[in-house]
């Protein structure tokens, strides 16, 4: 049973930092990642890892965000530094499997607030 448990979440001022992690049990994942919800809003992606290291993000978070992944602990991470109220959102950690089939596979979520 593959399980992706987020941590990490709470409130935090503007200009502050948070760092959520995303451990993940049951499967290998060639990419993990992370998107977020506003209310009112489609989930958009924040970035995304493979087990090689490659990384994507979104232009939004670019140079204030980073990714990191731990591939012995199935273990994701997101540093998220100079935090804009826009940040506001649930984060979803998610994870892709690719053999022996294309599975993509979604953490609870963890709220994150930052006020302004």
């Known amino acids: 049973q593959v399980q992706l448990v987020e941590s990490g979440g709470g409130l935090v001022q503007a200009g502050g930092s948070l760092r959520l992690s995303c451990s993940a049990s049951?499967?290998?994942?060639?990419?993990m990642g992370w998107y977020r919800q506003a209310p009112g809003k489609l989930r958009e992606l924040v970035a995304t890892?493979?087990?090689?290291?490659?990384?994507n993000y979104a232009d939004s978070v670019k140079g204030r965000f980073t990714i990191s992944r731990d591939n012995a602990k199935n273990t994701v991470y997101l540093q998220m530094d100079s935090l804009k109220p826009e940040d506001t959102a649930v984060y979803y950690c998610?994870?892709?499997?690719?053999?022996?089939?294309?599975?993509?596979?979604w953490g609870q979520g963890t709220q994150v607030t930052v006020s302004s």
């Open positions: 998610n994870a892709k499997r690719l053999v022996p089939n294309l599975v993509n596979y």
């Open positions: 890892i493979t087990r090689g290291g490659s990384t």
């Open positions: 049951g499967s290998i994942f060639n990419t």
